[in-house]
């Protein structure tokens, strides 16, 4: 059974930096793609990062958040910096794996920012 292991939420100041990371447990699984989505309260999943198997990626918010995608140790960091009240999401890890037909998502990890 393959599961996404967050770790990295919490409680940061306006300005703040938090890093976030999801892991692979279990198998077996191919990535198509992988990163981070998240939902603020009454609103639809947002992309944030998605790293995909051709080695490309798709960051809406490059330039504050770093994005990193192991596909050896198949791991995504999102490293989030110059934080804003706005960044107030649950994060959410994704893999879309594509070869055996499946989707899996996090159970999420809640990040709070302080103005």
């Known amino acids: 059974q393959v599961q996404l292991v967050e770790s990295g939420g919490g409680l940061v100041q306006s300005g703040g930096s938090l890093t976030l990371i999801c892991s692979v447990s279990?198998?077996?699984?191919?990535?198509?793609?992988m990163g981070w989505y998240r939902q603020r309260p009454g609103e639809q999943y947002e992309s944030v990062a998605v790293a995909f198997s051709d080695g490309s990626t798709v960051e809406s918010l490059k330039g504050r958040f770093n994005f990193f995608f192991d596909n050896v140790k198949n791991t995504v960091t999102l490293q989030m910096n110059n934080m804003k009240p706005e960044d107030s999401a649950t994060y959410l890890c994704?893999?879309?794996?594509?070869?055996?037909?499946?989707?899996?998502w996090g159970k999420g990890t809640l990040v709070t920012v302080r103005s």
């Open positions: 994704h893999l879309d794996d594509r070869d055996y037909g499946r989707v899996y």
């Open positions: 279990g198998g077996p699984f191919t990535v198509y793609a």
